[in-house]
């Protein structure tokens, strides 16, 4: 499976973004999906979770209440709405996938990465 992250760029804070993660390869709808993301000289960090059907969804606490994980299965597309963006926000942000084989309701555990986009929020 491929993924294929974009819609990062640069915001001022308090303002929204909208990023989306294309998956190409296998069946979509076979994989929850999530999106994490890793500051300079930081650790990885969850962002959200889906699971296949988009019946569940789950966040970190940072971004509880300002994120929004959704996933299109017609369009192949995963997204992530972010609004009220801070500049701790700023990060390169990465989609992720894990077959439903595999998968485990609430799972922070994904095995396929797409590239990263960067995400900068301006104080």
């Known amino acids: 499976v491929q993924l294929q992250a974009s819609g990062g760029g640069l915001v001022q804070a308090g303002g929204s973004l909208r990023l989306s993660c294309e998956v190409s390869?296998?069946?979509?709808?076979?994989?929850?999906m999530g999106w994490f993301r890793q500051a300079s000289g930081k650790e990885r960090e969850f962002v959200a979770g889906?699971?296949?059907?988009?019946?569940?969804?789950y966040y970190g606490g940072p971004v509880q209440g300002r994120f929004t994980i959704a996933r299109d299965n017609a369009e192949n597309t995963v997204y992530l709405q972010m609004n009220n963006l801070q500049p701790e926000d700023t990060a390169v942000y990465y989609c992720?996938?894990?077959?439903?084989?595999?998968?485990?309701?609430?799972?922070?555990?994904?095995?396929?990465w797409g590239k990263g986009t960067q995400v900068t929020v301006s104080s």
């Open positions: 992720a996938a894990e077959g439903r084989e595999t998968y485990y309701p609430y799972s922070r555990d994904f095995t396929s």
């Open positions: 390869g296998r069946t979509f709808s076979d994989y929850a």
């Open positions: 889906i699971s296949w059907t988009g019946g569940s969804k």
